[in-house]
């Protein structure tokens, strides 16, 4: 049963009324207004496909007999079977004449994963199939290559064999369940009565033609927080995982406290010596929870601020097509099992300014001189799913009460499942203005409003929290925060903290690079455009004013990137250096190209530390660079590939292969960009990381675009006349404040109607 404050749309959507809305209406209270609603201009060519497309293009599969498929319900891993349905993303080509030249919407086609299982080489395939609806007749099945420049969507899966691989490894553990007793207390067999587990890393490895893969021993939690993360026993081995008869699966090394053995025998030989070292496993405690604990804050008692909206929402929602309407800006949303939230044919002032924006990537690559599972574990959280760990968003927490929130859905495993609630849309006083100067005669100040559009993915260990914020300067600001439980590693008293701090007791913080990387398909004044560099630089000149003396200054200079073979960009340390997309053709009343900044937030942007990664090889091209400019291309849509980690030396997509020389004089322009961290977890990080000190963002805005700061339109802002101290006047502008009465219940956490994620 779903709580009472869900309810089904029309659409087949499940979605959490707000809290407002749940309670009696009263046009004297604050927060009574409803959602403003709207109807979208055209139809949402983006938005993924509905249930009844996803079921009829697998019933469609089904028949096809080439396919040799089973039923995901009873499919084994030797089997063939449907792993992904959704939509494929329309050629921009094709978008562009129905969004702007009033043709017809393009046909749609789904994209389809396949994974052959029935071979002794399994193997990923990707199709694609239509045009939709299905009909006898017209639609078909055809391989979807054009989109990799692998030359196809083809790739090799070394470890399908899950299940067979996790009763390998109870083996491994059972067979030395008397050293696991020795040195950690406890065994990995298997066994209900179990006390430790192991975990394998990832992407697999590949040396002269094997397949091989680290695995640690980890102590299960004790306490009532699922806190293993933190409990490395540092006992691992690895494997030789070749082929797919799990009886010529061995052990071929062991590893313990730091210390390597090639063989169990030379372990078991060492662990026998009277100078044998048993550090033991770290221990479970308060320490490890992130429950409320210690003595709490002065005045904590008290309830802190809350966000009210007095009116309503100030922004208009079509819920049926996933459209939005804020201020200035409107703008389509999708979503993905891969990639979560993507934003389409973003329009400002009713032009359009971004075709699309969203994630491509996430990367969090490890690294060790003495722990090698750490060392081996570079992880692509795309293909565990953005979308598909993109949970229900928790009401009053991750998002104020007051926020209009939407359901989102994808279509895996022949099943339909719908996140409730997981994406939420509100506006923010940002808590400092957006303009302020005063003078002997008055101040001036303006507030800051911005609207945001949220998600939140939990992948494994780590909480990402995807921000879109619009502001009324007519800039958008993209904002990722990282937060949960660290990977750790088992500190080594001999690491001398080459890999990074020490933590807690026999705990170290496992240093990782994030590496976060966008797409961004700029359209400034239309799809012609071209890159500017622009710089400050020190100069040292004798002018014409100076009395023949040198003065030492700065200049201004700027050069247009001429081709792809300029467009792997990096930020100048001093950030004296920025990047603009500009249309020459768009010129305003000052002889200046109209166009759009991009640069770095006040939060850090990186890059990937590692230089030629052992582990990813060409799999995270992308991640080299802070900033990528190349020419769009209806065959390069994407800088990744979800499943490019099982095979990184042979990626279905190579970033490198965009760069190919074309040319970036107006022409239509993509920039891909990368946020993150580098992170050197320290004691701070205990129990998880947290998002104050973990985010990075972009900022994306308009240059010489208009001809003035749009934001003087707002009406919330004030001009405050004054006289030798005395206000004569005090301007407004029309804006009326807020007398209703506010019902404090509108702005509590609506925890109750928490579901999480429904299957159909």
């Known amino acids: 049963m779903f709580p009472a404050s869900v309810t089904k749309h029309s659409n087949g959507m499940w979605r959490r009324a707000p809290l407002e809305r749940r309670q009696a209406s009263n046009p004297t209270n604050c927060g009574s207004g409803g959602q403003i609603t709207t109807k979208a201009p055209k139809s949402n060519i983006f938005a993924g496909l509905t249930d009844e497309e996803a079921a009829a293009v697998t019933y469609f599969l089904h028949d096809q007999r080439s396919l040799n498929l089973t039923a995901s319900a009873t499919a084994t891993n030797w089997d063939n079977r ?55 007749g017209s639609t078909a099945l055809a391989p979807l290559d054009y989109i990799y420049n692998k030359g196809k969507g083809y790739q090799r899966i070394y470890d399908l064999d899950d299940i067979e691989l996790a009763v390998f490894n109870y083996g491994v553990g059972a067979s030395i369940a008397d050293i696991t007793q020795r040195l950690l207390h406890g065994t990995a067999t298997g066994s209900e009565n179990d006390t430790l587990a192991t975990a394998g890393s990832t992407p697999l490895t590949f040396e002269d033609g094997k397949v091989l893969q680290w695995n640690q021993f980890y102590s299960l939690h004790t306490g009532s927080c699922l806190d293993e993360y933190l409990f490395p026993s540092g006992l691992m081995f690895k494997t030789d995982i070749t082929g797919r008869d799990p009886a010529k699966w061995s052990v071929v090394a062991w590893q313990y406290n730091g210390i390597f053995y090639s063989s169990e025998t030379a372990f078991r030989s060492a662990i026998n010596s009277s100078s044998f070292s048993i550090p033991g496993p770290g221990i479970d405690g308060e320490w490890a929870c992130t429950d409320q604990s210690g003595d709490p804050f002065p005045h904590d008692e008290l309830s802190p601020p809350v966000p009210v909206q007095p009116d309503g929402p100030r922004f208009a929602v079509d819920e049926q097509e996933k459209y939005v309407e804020w201020m200035d800006f409107t703008f389509y949303l999708s979503f993905s099992k891969h990639l979560g939230m993507h934003l389409h044919d973003i329009t400002y002032k009713g032009e359009r300014i971004v075709y699309e924006m969203g994630l491509q990537e996430a990367l969090a690559h490890y690294a060790s001189a003495y722990d090698p599972f750490q060392a081996s574990n570079a992880y692509l959280d795309s293909e565990y799913g953005i979308g598909q760990l993109s949970f229900q968003l928790v009401s009053g927490f991750d998002c104020p009460a007051h926020a209009t929130y939407l359901n989102n859905s994808y279509y895996t495993g022949e099943t339909t499942h719908i996140h409730p609630s997981s994406i939420c849309l509100f506006e923010l006083d940002t808590g400092y203005p957006i303009q302020r100067h005063v003078t002997p005669l008055y101040a001036s100040v303006t507030k800051n409003i911005a609207f945001i559009v949220r998600s939140a993915a939990t992948v494994g260990n780590y909480d990402y929290m995807f921000d879109y914020e619009f502001y009324l300067d007519g800039s958008i600001h993209i904002t990722v925060r990282a937060s949960g439980y660290i990977e750790s590693s088992y500190w080594v008293s001999n690491q001398g903290g080459e890999d990074g701090f020490h933590i807690h007791d026999h705990l170290g913080g496992s240093m990782h690079d994030h590496v976060i990387n966008y797409k961004v398909d700029l359209d400034v004044a239309g799809t012609a455009n071209s890159v500017v560099r622009s710089a400050l630089v020190p100069t040292t000149q004798v002018y014409p004013w100076s009395n023949g003396k040198p003065i030492s200054q700065m200049k201004f200079e700027r050069t247009f990137l001429d081709s792809e073979d300029d467009g792997k960009l990096d930020w100048d340390v001093n950030n004296a250096v920025m990047y603009s997309v500009v249309n020459k053709d768009a010129v305003n009343p000052y002889g200046e190209y109209r166009g759009y900044k991009i640069m770095p937030g006040k939060e850090a942007s990186n890059h990937l530390v590692i230089e030629n990664s052992t582990i990813l090889g060409n799999s995270v091209n992308w991640a080299t660079h802070h900033l990528y400019a190349v020419q769009h291309k209806d065959s390069e849509p994407r800088s990744a590939y979800p499943y490019n980690g099982r095979d990184p030396n042979a990626p279905v997509i190579d970033f490198n292969k965009f760069f190919d020389g074309d040319s970036l004089d107006q022409e239509d322009i993509v920039l891909y960009f990368n946020l993150g961290m580098h992170h050197i977890p320290d004691t701070s990080d205990l129990p998880n990381t947290v998002f104050t000190s973990a985010h990075s963002s972009m900022i994306l805005t308009p240059q010489n675009y208009l001809l003035s700061d749009p934001s003087r339109r707002t009406l919330h802002q004030t001009r405050i006349n004054f006289i030798n101290g005395t206000v004569t006047n005090a301007l407004t502008f029309g804006a009326k404040q807020p007398t209703c009465a506010l019902d404090l219940a509108l702005t509590a956490p609506d925890l109750e109607s928490y579901v999480g994620e429904v299957y159909f």
């Open 82 to 136: 449907v792993l992904l349905v959704e939509l494929l993303q329309p050629n921009k080509s094709d978008a562009l004449s129905y969004l702007d030249a009033g043709s017809a919407a393009p046909d749609r086609y789904a994209r389809v994963v396949v994974v052959f299982g029935a071979t002794l080489e399994p193997y990923i395939q990707e199709y694609q199939v239509g045009p939709l609806p299905v009909a006898n």
